[in-house]
């Protein structure tokens, strides 16, 4: 019974993604207790043609997600670069203005700048920012106020419950969606290969970079920029190429092999009752990116995880497999540390 008290006091919030006004509202109705979006410009890292808010429609889904007890995060989550620096503070203007529940900061000035300008703005720590070890996340905390760290997903819960133990903020965590390299915000591939940068415009991987091809065999190859990524057999699921995601060649190597990562998808389903005794406060699902249909089957069935794991009901997310990458699923490095 006891264990059940403390998970009933220590119910984590479901943070979810809203890529577009209509992602947005899925997630609202889905149940999302908090959704989190970017402007649609450089200041936040899924910097894509078609997704994002103008300040004007951030407006409207303030007002939606609040009509239904919903808080709205905003993500300003890239790198400040010069001379462009006051896009950035114009965005952390836009979110004091338009009262967002949380700004969602990576870069130090940007932080700086909400910290000294608007003091009574909550700030996040994004993934961004790489914050791993207590001694970093404390210096956020002290320095800028953050109240909340979004941890990269390199750490067991073993260690997320030692942070937890040496923090002053509340910790949020991934569980589900896209899981990238080891280094989180410090990514240069795609910067190489197409001449924009994840962390400084947003963008990894561009369409405008993207092409595949369709070849006599039936066979299709994937390509970014002046680099052929992948190439996928008759039949085979052709994924969004990414290089940190392609298949290579090698002279040691017969056969073409993921250099990095294979495609596969994150899902702590079967860690969620770990990770709120390890004192995370906040369960977060990647996919600003995704559809508005995948957005409310997945917040759909986590709302219904949580909900049965603090009331002490059994829960079954075997069917979120379908909605994965490729098909596959991981734990990453939550439950044991091990790197290609």
């Not at 993934?127 to 956020?140: D, F, K, L, M, T």
């Not at 073993?158 to 990238?180: K, L, Q, S």
């Not at 991987?205 to 996928?232: Q, R, W």
Request: charged share 20%; glycine share 8%; aromatic share 8%.
């Amino acid at each position: 019974m006891s264990n059940q008290t403390d998970l009933l006091k220590a119910k984590p919030e479901l943070v979810c993604p809203a890529g577009t006004p209509a992602a947005l509202r899925a997630a609202v109705d889905s149940g999302a207790d908090a959704v989190y979006c970017g402007l649609a410009n450089e200041t936040n890292a899924r910097n894509f043609a078609g997704l994002n808010f103008t300040p004007d429609l951030l407006e409207q889904g303030i007002a939606y997600a609040r009509g239904h007890g919903t808080k709205v995060l905003l993500a300003v989550n890239s790198f400040a670069t010069a001379p462009r620096t006051q896009l950035w503070f114009d965005a952390i203007d836009t979110a004091a203005r338009l009262g967002v529940d949380a700004v969602i900061v990576a870069d130090i000035g940007v932080a700086s700048y909400a910290a000294e300008r608007h003091p009574q703005l909550r700030l996040h720590l994004s993934v961004q920012a790489g914050a791993s070890s207590p001694e970093a996340i404390r210096y956020y905390c002290s320095e800028f106020n953050v109240k909340r760290v979004v941890l990269p997903r390199i750490l067991t819960v073993t260690e997320i419950a030692a942070i937890h133990r040496e923090i002053p903020c509340e910790i949020e965590a991934f569980v589900f969606g896209n899981i990238g390299m080891m280094s989180e915000g410090r990514c240069s591939l795609t910067n190489y290969v197409t001449g924009t940068s994840t962390n400084m415009d947003g963008v990894c991987s561009p369409a405008n970079a993207v092409h595949y091809m369709d070849l006599p065999d039936g066979s299709k190859t994937a390509e970014l920029g002046d680099f052929e990524i992948d190439c996928f057999a008759p039949g085979e699921h052709a994924g969004y190429p990414t290089i940190c995601k392609g298949r290579y060649l090698s002279p040691v190597r017969k056969e073409p092999y993921y250099a990095f990562e294979e495609p596969v998808s994150l899902n702590l389903s079967s860690l969620l009752p770990d990770l709120i005794a390890a004192g995370v406060t906040a369960l977060k699902i990647e996919g600003r990116q995704r559809s508005r249909s995948y957005v409310q089957a997945v917040v759909s069935a986590y709302r219904r995880a949580v909900d049965d794991i603090v009331a002490g009901r059994w829960h079954d997310l075997s069917g979120l497999v379908a909605l994965t990458e490729g098909g596959k699923e991981t734990q990453g490095a939550f439950q044991t540390k091990k790197w290609r």
